[in-house]
């Protein structure tokens, strides 16, 4: 459990954790596989979310989930390309809902190097980054005396 104060800081940095699909390469589960491995390898991106055309969330692929796709169906290239991202998804990866409670999120991001965000509908809403929480820790290790008064606890002898 975290501490209510630690948390209470934290939570203040909520609109830093959070970001917003709008500012996310994303890609709908029916555009091809050209345009998909485009946009990874122009961006640099290990792994992107994947959503229906209604914006519910699918899962995330990477390059390797469409190399072994490819090989484990004997696709030539043309194949490939010409084939919905949809049958590349990883629906494995951990997800949280919006309204998550702080340790689970911290829990999640232990192995994760982001966490899609849905909403109760399965909507998908951002991904939360191990690296904001680390911006957010970093302040908290830094900033907290501002606002706060840490004194020991008395030990008692027994």
């Known amino acids: 459990m975290i501490a209510k104060e630690f948390e209470d800081f934290l939570l203040n940095y909520t609109e830093h954790y959070l970001i917003p699909s709008k500012d996310l390469a994303i890609v709908v589960d029916t555009h091809n596989m050209d345009h998909v491995l485009l946009l990874i390898t122009s961006n640099g991106y290990s792994r992107i979310p994947v959503i229906s055309k209604e914006k519910i969330y699918c899962g995330t692929v990477s390059i390797s989930d469409i190399m072994s796709y490819q090989a484990d169906n004997n696709l030539a290239a043309w ?3 010409q084939t919905d991202v949809a049958v590349a998804v990883n629906d494995k990866v951990e997800t949280i809902l919006a309204d998550a409670p702080l340790t689970e999120i911290m829990h999640k991001l232990v192995d994760n190097p982001f966490l899609p965000v849905l909403d109760s509908d399965k909507h998908f809403m951002g991904i939360i980054t191990r690296k904001s929480i680390l911006k957010a820790v ?3 290790l830094h900033d907290f005396t501002e ?8 030990k008692h002898d027994n």
């Open 138 to 140: 970093n302040a908290l």
């Open 147 to 154: 606002d706060y008064d840490i004194t020991p606890k008395e």
């Open 79 to 81: 194949e490939l390309s």
